[in-house]
């Protein structure tokens, strides 16, 4: 028995979805980000460097959220104000745009 917390009904909550989507007759695959901020440029640059190990991590993080904001509001922008400071509608929004772009069946 697993408690039930937060992380178990997200993993619960992925599975519906999963297997929704699978009995829906879609394909699941999963990819790294930096494939699709690739295909965008979002390519953060060699010369970020912090004090520490972590530190560098963070300012990594911090640049490529900028940056994933920056160019869904190129991409989109009819989203915007949706988009804002929101980084993970960003990444979502720009991951489905790679998959249209780089899908071999469209």
Known sequence: LFP???LFRSLE????????????GYDEFATEPRTWQKHFGIVPPKDIKG????QTKNLRKKWLKEHSL???????PEWVERIS?????SDSLLI???CIET???R
Not at 13 to 24: C, F, P
Not at 70 to 76: G, H, N, Q, T, Y
Not at 85 to 89: I, Q, R, T
């Open 4 to 6: 039930y917390t937060t």
């Open 13 to 24: 909550q992925k599975g519906i979805i999963r297997g929704m989507a699978k009995g829906l």
């Open 51 to 54: 004090n520490t190990l972590t």
């Open 70 to 76: 920056m160019v869904a509001r190129e991409k989109f």
């Open 85 to 89: 400071n929101n980084h993970g509608l």
């Open 96 to 98: 489905a745009k790679w």
């Open 103 to 105: 899908s071999p069946s």
